[in-house]
């Protein structure tokens, strides 16, 4: 039949084809390519492109898909006032615009931006949803991708390579020719790129709402480029290396990481080698959850081209026994079947598989992985503190289950490994990391929490973060409590405030207070806080409180608590279900709701909750290691109306916080407590500057907080004050907006911490916050700046704001674990506890009789029984181990007041004996830490080993 020239208009107009039967351009290609599609004009059959098949590239099949056509058509004219710098077509039908910017021209990537959303309406067919694939702005440094206009609300995401470990593009060498972004055309629209990008990568997805009901709306999907990299190295080095490889790859929280395993399984799927043999018969996909990550398992199922090929495990071990033996192409599953898989696979050796590991995620992390009492009966809120930090693992699940069944069977011939982890072990990276020419393991591909902030996906939840002793410090300068001793105080005023039910009454009025006063506005007024307790039994305490202190005040919204099982205090006994009100299910819905605004968890909800709305983190918990990494990154999911994030901890130090993200982040993130004083500091400085006086800074305020007074005169006011800061020097200039920004930055961080009101630095902020407006910058820092004024100036209005913090290019260095580790014979702890005693005794004289012995076993005891103490000593240097042993010693120590006040008096105040005492403490810990993990991983007991050097 001959179809004449119907076809090209039928395809011609937009909808028709592609649009209308609910598949994008690329769809098509693959729909029409695969024979799922029927005729498309009189009864004539198009194939629209040919492309590589998996395997058996016989004459034909590469003769056809040479035949593809990929061209590009500069100054494409669709319209009268329409101009596209590039358009790229696929066989004359066209996948991919492009807006270029020149730097040299005084145009940025911005402008590229701008000029999709103001002047390329998506009313034009060609600019049209699923008319082309994907639409670039792009200049010599950058390249931002969307694929779908929308005006000004069109959304670009970045698509660049990375520049040391942060956004951005690595610059070119001298020596080479190019620009920082001509990957995006020498690499991602090279020919076989694009062929592959339109039939692997970019799919059109159905929106689902919280239920996983589909909701109509559909959008098109176009990888990140660390995605489509991460892919396609993985194929590639799987494709030559074959089964029984490792690969660690690092990806932050908002790297888009269920497409990325998505994508993954899907290729490793139709693999084949260069020999056209299949590279694995099954691919085996392993979340942590109980029930099946619905996220995952949904991305995984819209991803499938054909029907049948993922199949999900969630129910017995029996079933996913059956589908490991009959096959099944891409098997979907949770890490508690992990050790079936291991052993099946050992029993198949003729079939290869591939595991994919996504990270520890779970919503109940620290509850699911160990048996649950069904009564927690602690007599006080400090043994209830001491059971779940016990109880609580300290690294993630996935890497403590999955390592250990890869350390008990080793390389499996016919099994690779892909983990995906945000916070890599030293013994992830040993097992699954690449070794490096120095000696040094690495992981295979890495997009960092860094780079994710940077590119804003996620935020930087230590941007503003002031920890309780900060906090508290501004509260106390007039506090006095003569009634006791001097070191005596110091311990009761700490127990106090951690254990004591008035103390909690007191932080959860701090707490309400400031969400009140500055977290209920934020986000449109929907804003939510989160607060950390020690305990279930403080997290029913809390809620308590809470109830009480919002009755109290007429407050309109509620808080939900998360607690496991029941919670015993007292005569009362509290289940998370009775004091919400709801089924226990139902909580993590519920929190959802507009008059749900706090949620106080325990252990609950601490890793994995997606709640965008979460935007302020109240904790009152001792945090370490990847825990503490895990905990505060609840706050770090985007929002449109999300500036930032708070924290307010009542439980670390700024050091702990720091030492905790420093491996992960590539940065210095916090130092100590802010000063307040620095704002008077600032003022000073501002006022030694010929800009303003006082009197000026009166005046304006008085403007500015007349509602009467419009914009224009608030401008007018401002210019006298920036035709002098012009007037200065240069390197004045400077100094000036150096000092205005950092005032401006320091008070909108304080003002949400401070316990006092000073109208002239109120006043001051006003001024310093409109003027920096105006004021000349540099070029290449004016797009940021202006950009950042916006973020301000609602900042401003609802009173948020954030810290400064210094980011450091460099990676973190864990220790490897066989530094920390002991492989000779377990020496007896008796003796080395005799003769710590004994050199005590020598050194200063001291008699330690019986009942000090006792007292120092004790110590030793609560010392290994830290869970965030033992999750340090796994990962960290001996140098960093000692910062946390010591703030862990100091606090037992205090605790031995009311036992042995002998001994507490005789460490307190002989400060070298002090330093004596915890110096061997410490000693003696590590040696016995050492030693429980070498009983461990010969499968003996650690806690009756160690507790027998106490008889």
């Not at 499996?412 to 000696?439: H, I, Q, Y």
Request: with cysteine.
């Amino acid at each position: 039949a001959r179809a004449g020239p119907r076809p090209k208009n039928r395809l011609g107009k937009s909808g028709q084809v592609w649009v209308r039967t609910a598949l994008g351009t690329g769809q098509v290609f693959r729909a029409i390519a695969g024979g799922r599609s029927g005729d498309l004009d009189s009864g004539c059959k198009f194939h629209l492109a040919y492309f590589r098949p998996a395997s058996g590239l016989n004459e034909d099949t590469r003769r056809l898909h040479a035949a593809n056509l990929l061209s590009i058509v500069r100054q494409l004219q669709p319209s009268e006032k329409i101009r596209l710098d590039l358009v790229l077509f696929l066989n004359g039908l066209p996948i991919f615009t492009a807006e270029l910017k020149n730097l040299l021209n005084g145009q940025n990537v911005q402008d590229a931006i701008l000029q999709y959303q103001e002047t390329r309406p998506a009313t034009e067919p060609l600019l049209a949803y699923g008319r082309c694939l994907a639409h670039f702005a792009v200049d010599s440094e950058l390249v931002y991708v969307t694929t779908q206009l929308a005006g000004k609300n069109t959304r670009f995401l970045p698509f660049n390579q990375g520049k040391y470990g942060g956004a951005g593009n690595p610059p070119v060498p001298p020596t080479r020719e190019g620009y920082p972004t001509s990957y995006l055309w020498q690499q991602t629209w090279a020919r076989d790129s694009v062929l592959d990008l339109v039939r692997q990568f970019i799919q059109e997805i159905e929106d689902e709402d919280a239920n996983g009901r589909k909701t109509g709306k559909r959008h098109l999907v176009f990888p990140r480029y660390q995605q489509l990299d991460c892919v396609r190295r993985l194929v590639d080095d799987a494709r030559g290396a074959g089964a029984g490889q490792r690969y660690l790859i690092q990806h932050s929280a908002g790297s888009g990481k269920s497409y990325t395993i998505a994508w993954l399984a899907h290729q490793l799927a139709t693999l084949h080698d260069n020999h056209d043999r299949r590279v694995f018969d099954s691919i085996i996909v392993v979340t942590d959850r109980r029930v099946l990550d619905r996220q995952l398992q949904t991305t995984m199922r819209q991803l499938e081209q054909q029907l049948g090929v993922v199949e999900n495990i969630d129910k017995t071990s029996r079933q996913l026994k059956q589908a490991l033996e009959t096959g099944k192409t891409i098997i979907v599953t949770t890490l508690q079947k992990f050790p079936v898989i291991a052993q099946e696979i050992g029993e198949l050796p003729g079939k290869r598989f591939a595991v994919i590991v996504d990270e520890a995620h779970s919503s109940q992390s620290g509850e699911n992985t160990k048996p649950l009492k069904a009564i927690l009966a602690a007599r006080d809120l400090g043994e209830a503190e001491r059971e779940d930090a016990a109880a609580e693992p300290g690294d993630d699940d996935v890497d403590n289950l999955a390592l250990a069944e890869a350390v008990k069977r080793g390389r499996v011939p016919n099994l690779s490994m892909f983990a995906f982890t945000a916070t890599p072990k030293p013994k992830t990276l040993e097992l699954f990391g690449t070794p490096r020419a120095d000696g040094k393991f690495a992981p295979f591909h890495l997009y960092s929490m860094r780079q994710a902030i940077e590119e804003g996906h996620i935020l930087d939840v230590l941007a503003s973060y002031t920890t309780y002793k900060a906090y508290w410090r501004l509260l106390k300068k007039i506090e006095d409590d003569p009634s006791y001793d001097k070191k005596k105080a110091q311990y009761l005023l700490k127990s106090f405030v951690e254990l004591h039910p008035h103390a909690i009454a007191e932080k959860v009025k701090i707490c309400i207070d400031h969400f009140v006063s500055q977290t209920e506005r934020q986000i449109g007024g929907r804003a939510k806080a989160m607060i950390v307790t020690r305990s279930r039994l403080h997290a029913v305490r809390y809620k308590l409180a809470v109830d009480k202190y919002l009755a109290e005040r007429g407050y309109p919204f509620k808080a939900l608590v998360a607690i496991s099982g029941t919670v015993q205090d007292g005569a009362h006994a509290y289940t998370e279900a009775g004091m919400n009100g709801i089924a226990e299910t139902q909580t993590a819905k519920a929190f959802d709701r507009p008059e749900h605004r706090l949620l106080i968890v325990a252990n609950k909800f601490q890793t994995g909750f997606d709640q965008p709305l979460l935007h302020t983190m109240y904790v009152d918990k001792k945090l370490g290691g990847v825990n503490a990494v895990q905990t505060l990154s609840r706050l770090n999911r985007t929002h449109p109306d999300k500036n930032g994030t708070l924290v307010l901890d009542f439980a670390n130090e700024a050091g702990e916080i720091q030492a905790a993200f420093e491996p992960y982040f590539e940065t210095t993130l916090l130092s100590e407590a802010t000063d307040p004083n620095l704002l008077y500091e600032i003022q000073g400085r501002l006022a030694e500057f010929p800009v303003f006086t006082e009197t000026d800074v009166d005046a304006f305020a008085k403007l500015y907080y007349d509602r009467k007074v419009e914009q224009d005169r608030l401008a007018n006011a401002l210019r006298p004050f920036v035709e002098r800061c012009r007037a200065l020097a240069a390197d004045e200039q400077q100094g000036f907006r150096s000092q205005l920004t950092d005032y401006v930055r320091l008070y909108a961080f304080l003002a949400q911490v401070l316990t006092f009101a000073d109208a002239d630095l109120e006043k001051l902020y006003v001024f310093a916050r409109h003027l920096r407006r105006f004021l000349p910058a540099d070029a290449a820092e004016l797009p940021h700046e202006v950009q950042q004024n916006i973020d301000m100036e609602s900042y401003r209005i609802q009173q948020t704001g954030s810290g400064k913090i210094g980011l450091e290019r460099q990676p973190g260095v864990l220790e490897p674990m066989s530094a920390q580790s002991s492989r000779g014979t377990t020496p007896e702890e008796v003796e080395a506890l005799s003769r710590i005693i004994a050199e005590l005794n020598e050194r200063f004289g001291l008699d330690l009789g019986p009942e000090h012995r006792l007292t120092l076993g004790q110590i030793m005891e609560k010392l290994e029984d830290d869970a965030a103490l033992d999750a340090a000593a796994r990962v960290n240097t001996r140098e960093n181990v000692r910062l946390t042993f010591d703030q862990k010693v100091e606090h037992v120590i205090q605790e031995i007041v009311d036992s042995n006040f002998d001994l507490y008096k005789r460490i307190t105040d002989d400060r070298a004996f002090g330093e004596a005492v915890k110096s061997f403490l410490f000693d003696q810990y590590l040696r016995a830490h050492r030693n429980a993990e070498e009983l461990i991983r010969r499968g003996e007991s650690k806690t009756l080993e160690f507790k027998s050097t106490l008889r």
